[in-house]
């Protein structure tokens, strides 16, 4: 059983245990390489999973000055990779030399650009967190609308965003601008950190293009059932 709207990180540290876990579950076609695994095996874990077909999430969640985020945003475009992350709170010049730079590393190294996709708000992020800790007044929903327009008005694909403010999002942002949703865990899984969830048809039904789910699949007593409850609650 396969489903193309739903992406398995693999957040584990080195390049033998993510094999292992892309063995354990060959029925997924689309899997997130994060900070940890790219800092440990660098771009041979893409090699692997291109030559293995399949789609490719790479969430480096990029921050910094325009030139900096430009510039990886053009190396990592010649990865050949499905998705790319970049933090909506860059700024507007950077989030627009970064769009601009996926287009030319794409170019230059003969791939089709990676859609770029903005970060919101981290999903572990609670409105208690923006208020009181972050000292930002805005509302948690307005604050990830806010940022989610930045990015679509900055020439980005699309936005993360948890599922509770993936309606809003759907509704102001329109039908082409794709919503990826972490923090997605069905009714029988724990929600560990994520303090901003639905289960994964309540994001579906929400809006959600794709829905980004980890522990529930991969830290379950069989991961290939989990991997099917929640294929057939998505169906």
Known sequence: MTNDKIIVPLDVPDLASAIALVDKLPQVTFWKVGLE????????????????????????????????????????????????????????????????????????????PPKLIAITLLTSISARDLAFDLKIPLE??????????????SGLDGAVCSPQEVSQLRESCGKDF???????????????????????AQAVQAGADFLVIGRPITAAPDPVLAWERICEEVS
């Open 37 to 112: 695994l790219f800092t440990s095996t660098g771009p041979q874990i893409l090699e692997i999973l291109k030559s293995r077909q399949k789609r490719i999430f790479l969430d480096l969640k990029f921050h910094d000055i325009p030139n900096t985020v430009a510039g990886a945003c053009r190396a990592s475009a010649g990865y050949g990779v499905d998705l790319l992350t970049i933090h909506s709170t860059c700024g507007i010049d950077c989030l627009k030399a970064a769009a601009e730079a996926v287009q030319v590393g794409a170019e230059k190294a003969g791939t089709q």
């Open 140 to 153: 948690l929903p307005e604050f990830a609308l806010q940022m989610a327009l930045l990015a679509q008005n």
């Open 178 to 200: 794709l919503l990826v949703c972490p923090g997605v865990r069905p009714s029988w899984a724990e929600k560990g950190d994520q303090k901003r969830s639905l289960t994964p």
